[in-house]
């Protein structure tokens, strides 16, 4: 049972992630139960599950960030499941749009292969698809654990590919793409710099945070600058300007910033 450790006990820990992880699924049938999902209830209901998606897959690839710079090793006993629950999600959202479609099979494999957010979404989930099946003890066994983490390792490319799909299907209002966006390349970035099986110092992190941050404010302003109509140097100086929203360079930059915080109160050494 996903819910007990390797000794058969019961896990709060992964009992508690295992019950929050329907919970996003739950709320949104509710919702559309209800008849709160607007005119076209599928089509809401499917980016709600695919934007779940996207958050479930970035709190897998933060488990191991968390994990050293928190110090807390247990983190690591619901990383799997996580991963697990970003593929469902996954695969229900693909399910909602092919419902949309009417459920003609004809007509979503057209979709895809001529839409490129599209093609990129489903690369995306055909690559969790991969990781999940590969992602049980026997499988771990047979492929030897220097492959099957080089395989895993795909988990960031889809990641980027995903905030990638978010962003082309967005269009115009980017701000949450940009965010999800942002904090992957914090956590690619965070890969690059960590040493072996442990966590860079919090002035590495600062600087991280600051880079990242720097990186989603020029993504934003290209962006803008290449898809849309509208001015992206107002979008750029919007970063500077308090009395407006946060940006989402300021949230990653908060995001990085409470890492290395962490880091720095959890004791600043290897």
Same mark, same amino acid.
């Given at each position: ?7 058969? /006990?019961?896990?709060?820990? %992964? =009992? ?12 949104? !049938? ?9 005119? #076209?209830?599928?089509?809401?209901? &499917? %980016? #709600?599950?695919?934007?779940?998606? $996207? ?5 897998? !690839?933060?488990?191991?960030?968390? @994990? ?11 990383? /799997? ?25 004809? @007509?979503?494999?057209? #979709? ?12 995306? =989930? ?12 026997? &499988?771990? @066994? ?7 983490? $080089? ?19 967005? %269009? ?7 965010? &999800? ?58 970063? !500077? ?5 946060? /940006? ?10 409470? &890492?290395?915080?962490? /880091?720095? !109160? $959890?004791?600043?050494?290897?």
């Amino acid at each position: 049972m996903p819910w007990r450790d390797r000794d058969g /006990r019961i896990s709060v820990l %992964k =009992l508690s992630v295992f019950l929050a992880l329907f919970v996003p699924g739950l709320w949104t !049938l509710a919702v559309w139960l209800g008849g709160d999902l607007g005119p #076209e209830p599928r089509r809401a209901a &499917m %980016k #709600e599950i695919g934007q779940y998606t $996207r958050y479930l897959l970035l709190l897998s !690839l933060l488990v191991t960030p968390a @994990r050293q710079v928190l110090r807390v090793p247990r983190l690591m006993t619901v990383r /799997r499941m996580v991963g697990l629950g970003a593929l469902g999600y996954g695969l229900i959202h693909l399910a909602l749009y092919v419902a949309h479609q009417n459920f003609s099979l004809g @007509r979503v494999a057209s #979709e895809i292969a001529l839409r490129l957010y599209l093609t990129i979404g489903f690369v995306a =989930l055909l690559g969790l698809v991969a990781l999940g099946a590969t992602s049980t003890d026997g &499988m771990i @066994r047979r492929l030897g654990g220097a492959a099957w983490r $080089r395989l895993h390792r795909l988990a960031y490319p889809i990641a980027v590919l995903a905030a990638v799909h978010f962003i082309l299907h967005a %269009k115009s209002n980017v701000t949450t793409p940009m965010v &999800m966006a942002g904090l992957t390349l914090w956590l690619l970035g965070y890969r690059a710099v960590a040493p072996q099986g442990g966590a860079p110092g919090a002035a590495v992190l600062a600087a991280l945070a600051l880079g990242a941050a720097a990186a989603t404010a020029a993504m934003e302003f290209g962006w803008y600058a290449l898809a849309t109509g509208i001015n992206p140097w107002r979008v750029l100086a919007a970063n !500077l300007d308090p009395a407006l929203a946060p /940006r989402p360079a300021a949230w990653v930059l908060l995001a990085g910033g409470a &890492m290395a915080l962490a /880091r720095l !109160l $959890r004791g600043d050494r290897p």
